[in-house]
């Protein structure tokens, strides 16, 4: 049986604002997480989406409904496929974290 | 005093106790007693300021025999501070291989400055960085610049970045031409002072090219000759291709460049912050070319737009490029 906390829809954080540094070019960020030393390349969706949930703890619905609005070219399951498949990294690399 | 003020018996005789010689920021003592050696270094340092006894060396470098009566080619081994580095040498590759120790020295110590993997040169205080991958023509096109284009070299190798200025710091050393380009240099711009040419490296064969000294003297002025850098191109030679200059999107020039550079990782966010800003401060392009005249005249045509721009706009050298209005690209700032 699984316990409420799994159950709830997770929103997620920026596990250490002050941590998180970026810059963008032409649509394209390039992001520096003090702790780990990783620097990433995010493309516009990425970075909207990190941007997004720097701006306080979202969920994982809101923010593929956020993309969606900012590319309504785009089929909604690829978006929430790539906007999944980023929180994992993002996780992974511990720039997010859940919200408590 | 410069090196060639010595005579070259007296620079012979120095050489075996050790000579203190600054490049760029850095004060060097270099010991080399192997004559060949100490006879190209003559040829290539003849500009170079040499300094008094200093109370503090950055860097203690020797090239000293190996004392060997058996068969086989003759060695030598290079030091560092004192202590024997890397594996003994053939002699006869002792001054390539004395000329990448001074490179090492610089690629892995001063890490008061971002250090990135690339050639540097300027036009008065604009600099152009030229990151580039081996085989990609970049010291071939810093040699033409420098010798032929009225460029100055702040190095072929490294770009010094200062982080609380953004400013790069000339440290010339000799540069490093290898197999095809040297003749091609050789005919192009035979007032360059070259040095041996020396087979059978890991490289193949080699030779260096004395630094200009117009661009010794201009490290010397106050300031140490520092340049904002301005451009940043990636050259590719291409035989028989037309020369082609292209924007170069800026997030991928920098993940590229801080992919090679000796001391991103280890600077941390300052790393981050400065490599950001030189961007920022910076055009990117990928330059195409196969005659070295017609890259030339592309780095002129940036140079002289850009001296335009800022003639017109006060203060547009030190400031992002979209404001020079010159800019082909636009750029935006943020936090994500």
Redesign the interface.
């Known amino acids: 049986m699984s316990s409420p906390a799994t159950t709830a829809p997770v929103r997620w954080r920026v596990a250490c604002p002050g941590d998180?540094?970026?810059?963008?070019?032409?649509g394209?960020?390039?992001?520096?997480h003090?702790p780990s030393?990783d620097?990433q390349?995010?493309n516009a969706l990425a970075?909207?989406t990190?941007?997004r949930i720097?701006a306080g703890a979202i969920g994982v619905e809101a923010l593929v409904e956020a993309a969606c609005k900012d590319q309504p070219a785009q089929p909604r399951a690829d978006i929430d496929r790539q906007v999944r498949t980023l929180l994992a990294e993002l996780a992974d690399v511990g720039i997010i974290e859940p919200d408590a | 005093m410069i090196v060639g003020d010595l005579s070259i018996d007296d620079w012979q005789h120095r050489m075996t106790r050790g000579v203190v010689v600054r490049i760029g920021p850095f004060t060097v003592r270099m010991t080399v007693r192997l004559r060949e050696v100490a006879d190209a270094m003559y040829l290539l340092y003849r500009d170079y300021p040499i300094q008094p006894e200093p109370i503090v060396l950055d860097f203690d470098v020797a090239a000293l025999p190996i004392s060997w009566w058996g068969r086989g080619p003759r060695m030598a081994a290079l030091y560092f501070d004192g202590v024997r580095k890397f594996d003994p040498i053939e002699r006869e590759q002792a001054l390539p291989m004395f000329q990448w120790l001074l490179n090492w020295c610089i690629f892995t110590h001063p890490h008061q400055y971002l250090i990135l993997h690339s050639a540097v040169v300027a036009r008065d205080d604009m600099a152009a960085v030229l990151p580039g991958m081996p085989g990609a023509g970049k010291s071939t096109l810093c040699t033409a610049l420098v010798h032929g284009g009225g460029w100055r070299l702040l190095s072929d190798e490294v770009a010094l970045v200062t982080p609380s200025t953004g400013l790069i710091t000339p440290a010339p050393l000799p540069i490093g031409l290898k197999e095809e380009s040297i003749p091609v240099i050789a005919a192009t711009y035979p007032h360059a002072r070259m040095g041996p040419s020396v087979r059978g490296t890991r490289k193949g064969t080699v030779v260096h090219i004395a630094t200009p000294a117009s661009s010794m003297a201009a490290a010397s002025e106050a300031g140490g000759g520092q340049a904002q850098p301005r451009w940043i191109i990636f050259p590719e030679y291409h035989a028989g291709a037309r020369v082609q200059l292209e924007p170069a999107?800026?997030?991928?020039a920098?993940?590229t460049i801080?992919a090679d550079a000796f001391n991103y990782?280890l600077l941390?966010?300052t790393g981050?912050?400065t490599l950001?800003n030189v961007?920022?401060a910076c055009h990117c392009f990928n330059l195409q070319y196969s005659q070295l005249d017609d890259a030339i005249a592309v780095f002129d045509q940036l140079a002289s737009q850009a001296s335009s721009a800022a003639s017109s706009s006060a203060g547009s050298l030190t400031g992002s490029p979209t404001g020079s209005g010159d800019a082909p690209?636009?750029?935006?700032?943020?936090?994500?």
Not at chain 1, 28 to 32: A, D, E, G, L, Y
């Open positions: 998180l540094r970026g810059r963008s070019w032409d394209v960020s390039v992001v520096h003090v030393g620097t390349l995010l970075a909207a990190l941007q720097a | 999107p800026r997030a991928n920098f993940m801080a990782s941390g966010a981050y912050e950001a961007v920022d690209h636009s750029t935006s700032r943020g936090r994500p």
